[in-house]
């Protein structure tokens, strides 16, 4: 049964005095490959830009460079979303016969097109440990990915997190936990590990509940690339594939080519409130 809903996400920064603001940059329309049919979309920003310029960042998001005249003491972004969620079944792909069993090996143009999302640091001690314990037996691919999935879903435990920042995979290992995007880097470094290509997501995770409290937040997960079907999402704070409640804002490389805002101003003290809601449409 397919469900419609509102998503309204506002973000509101205020400094401590006026400012100038330098060009922001705001990765929150949803991304191409979102598989949840968006119905409507609008971005609101205050105080209004001279200049709103929509793009495609390297990385193929939509993206929109907001620039400013004058001074403020406060900046406020909001999107506001329709959607539709339809059941999805995240295993409905199929793969080219070459790339079944792992591990495979890459055409020469997709490693050439792919190099960003294979490179891979010499890992730490409790990195290379947790690579060593998937087994490196020929087995199918997609019972390796769901495997390295399930595998930090159970060692890291999840918590949110308010600061900002991602923490690197030793330290997550070490403390054996993490936000959202901390558990999503470091299976994006696994997977590189392994021979995929994977990048880091960013996006909404939309919740639907029997008694209609849907709920709504910013999350992150990763995606690996499998030759016949594309970019395909695993979400390690769940442990389940990316399914119709995953909206993807941003994917990238690098965590940093994915936030949601980023961009200049002098140097001033400044607070931030957030606020993402869902609310369902009746037919």
Not at 25 to 46: K, V
Request: one cysteine or more; hydrophobic letters at 45%.
């Amino acid at each position: 049964m397919s469900l419609r809903f509102a998503l309204t996400h506002e973000s509101h920064y205020r400094y401590a005095r006026l400012v100038q603001l330098g060009p922001q940059l705001i990765r929150l329309h949803p991304a191409p490959h979102a598989r949840t049919p968006i119905t409507g979309y609008r971005l609101d920003i205050t105080p209004p830009p001279a200049r709103l310029d929509w793009f495609f960042d390297p990385a193929g998001n939509r993206a929109a460079r907001a620039l400013f005249d004058g001074m403020t003491s406060e900046l406020s972004v909001t999107v506001a979303l329709e959607a539709t969620l339809t059941p999805i079944n995240p295993f409905d792909f199929l793969l080219d016969a070459s790339a079944t069993e792992w591990p495979f090996t890459l055409e020469p143009w997709l490693v050439r097109q792919l190099a960003p999302y294979r490179e891979a640091p010499a890992p730490g001690p409790l990195l290379a440990a947790l690579i060593a314990s998937v087994p490196q037996t020929p087995q199918a691919t997609i019972d390796l990915l769901v495997a390295a999935n399930g595998l930090i879903h159970r060692r890291i435990r999840y918590e949110k997190r308010q600061t900002p920042g991602i923490w690197d995979a030793e330290r997550v290992l070490r403390e054996g936990r993490g936000a959202c995007r901390d558990m999503a880097w470091l299976l994006v470094h696994l997977l590189r590990a392994l021979g995929f290509a994977a990048r880091f997501v960013s996006g909404y995770l939309v919740e639907a509940e029997q008694d209609s409290s849907d709920h709504a937040e910013l999350h992150a997960w990763a995606e690996a690339y499998l030759p016949g079907a594309g970019w395909i999402g695993f979400d390690p704070t769940s442990g389940l594939l990316a399914a119709e409640g995953h909206i993807p804002l941003a994917a990238a490389p690098e965590p940093e080519a994915a936030a949601p805002i980023i961009g200049t101003l002098e140097a001033v003290p400044a607070e931030s409130r957030f606020r993402i809601s869902a609310k369902r449409i009746n037919p």
